[in-house]
């Protein structure tokens, strides 16, 4: 049993107002390359909570990488959009006293199905099953989007802007200004961004991570969407394109959904919810700009390991992916939109 | 490269000998494939006998890059590394717009960038361009 444990179960005590708790079991999820993610199996003896349950702790690493929302940010995004009927792991408790478990963290209800983005795209599927979990996908996006939080709820998101693709441009360089090497390739993608700007957007709520591995899937149902992490007001196309993205197809590049199937049954499922109108020149500069974005994320990853003090091997060989997405970023910029 | 692949390698055997059992292999499959995948990574960079080349001529790069310098081919003189300076040097280069499209020296800055990002997949995952190919 992890040593943290005891602790844990005093704190869920607490604020479950059980008599008792009990954890049987801890497990450190592999999933989640920045925040710790752990399953406890818990077992709550009187109050609102009583009986067994299963629950995801989410705690900080110790170690972040820039534009990564705290755990109190995190939750209270996760908070906003179970309340506004997205799937979402229901949300029970957010800790930022670090004297219980040493840093901030929250729990969650856990939800059922994977989130592995290599065996899902790969399991056995009709293109019937491919087509109507994409638009289940599409619709979800659709309806974040469509969350109008009021200012209040969410007053530590960034600036709300019209032109989200030129503060991206500015927020990577600052990002690459910010990591002791140059990239000139990714200085190169970005210059090609600032001579390819997409039209203003309005400002909309968007996930920023969302993707196939963020995606919680049960047979061919979406059961969840995870990480809210990097969420902020941004252009909706930015979502869309991020999903799309080569850079997030598992290596299935013909399979332009996320490696899952086709883009027009992900556009279909968001437009029928009510998603913005599809601009295809602006999900293609977002595509461009998910290569760059994720480039400089395994540019950081590499810093929590080289000079942070992170040790694990998974941010650090993170780094080493960051040469394929630039490779694929420069053949993008080269050619017209398919 | 950062981090260090020899950062990385302390940290595997760290790893090996403080946390692993017989019996943690499968358990730990995940941790195990990366503990290979980072040795893979280590032995092309020893492998590789260009990157000690490269840091010697590390002063001449800056003059390498510059704009108005002659047509140069950077496989051909041997010199896909750049050194951290010509990195810099570059990168201010590209978002100052030196090297934009209808800019003299647009082309052979573009073969360049496409040659080091290829070359640095060739070491870090070879695989990539096979997988992309077939």
Known sequence: ?338 | MRPDIIQILELVRDLLRDEYTEEDFERRRYDTLMMANALSIAARVVADDTVPVVEELGGTQENFIRPDEEEFNPRDSGLWMLNDAALRTLARAIRAGEYDPKTSRHDAALALLKDYAQRAIEIHNPAYFKKETT
């Not at chain 1, 709820?153 to 032109?163: C, D, W």
């Open chain 1, 1 to 338: 049993m992890e040593s943290f444990c005891p602790r844990l179960e005093a704190y869920l005590r607490h604020v479950s107002h059980a008599r008792s708790v009990s954890i049987s079991s801890a497990e450190r999820l592999t999933a989640g390359a920045i925040q710790e993610n752990w399953l406890i199996a818990v077992s709550f003896d009187g109050g609102p909570m009583g009986g067994k349950h299963e629950l995801v702790l989410r705690r900080d690493a110790i170690t972040s990488i820039g534009n990564s929302r705290s755990r109190a940010e995190e939750f209270a995004l996760i908070t906003l959009a179970h309340q506004s009927g997205i799937k979402v792991p229901k949300p029970l408790y957010l800790c930022t006293d670090i004297d219980v478990l040493g840093r901030s963290f929250f729990l969650m209800q856990k939800i059922v199905g994977s989130a592995d983005g290599r065996v899902i795209t790969r399991e056995d599927r009709t293109r019937s099953d491919r087509r109507n979990l994409l638009t289940q996908m599409g619709r979800e996006l659709a309806l974040i989007h469509r969350v109008k939080p009021s200012l209040s709820v969410l007053s530590f998101l960034g600036k709300k802007t019209h032109q989200p693709a030129k503060s991206a441009i500015l927020r990577y360089r600052n990002a690459l200004d910010a990591l002791p090497q140059a990239a000139p390739i990714l200085e190169w993608g970005l210059r090609w961004g600032e001579r390819h700007l997409p039209k203003p957007a309005n400002p909309t709520l968007c996930h920023r991570d969302f993707r196939i591995g963020n995606l919680m899937i049960k047979d061919n149902h979406l059961t969840g969407v995870l990480d809210w992490e990097f969420a902020d007001w941004g252009d909706p196309m930015e979502d869309v394109g991020w999903f799309c993205a080569k850079c997030w197809r598992f290596g299935l590049s013909d399979r332009d959904a996320g490696g899952l199937g086709k883009r027009e049954d992900f556009y279909a499922g968001y437009s029928a919810a009510g998603g913005t109108p599809i601009d295809t020149d602006s999900v293609w500069f977002w595509e461009v700009m998910a290569h760059i974005r994720w480039a400089i994320i395994a540019r950081e990853q590499g810093e929590r390991f080289a000079t942070q003090g992170e040790r694990s091997l998974e941010p650090a060989l993170t780094a080493y992916i960051a040469p394929q997405l630039e490779w694929e970023m420069m053949q993008m910029t080269e050619q017209t939109r398919p």
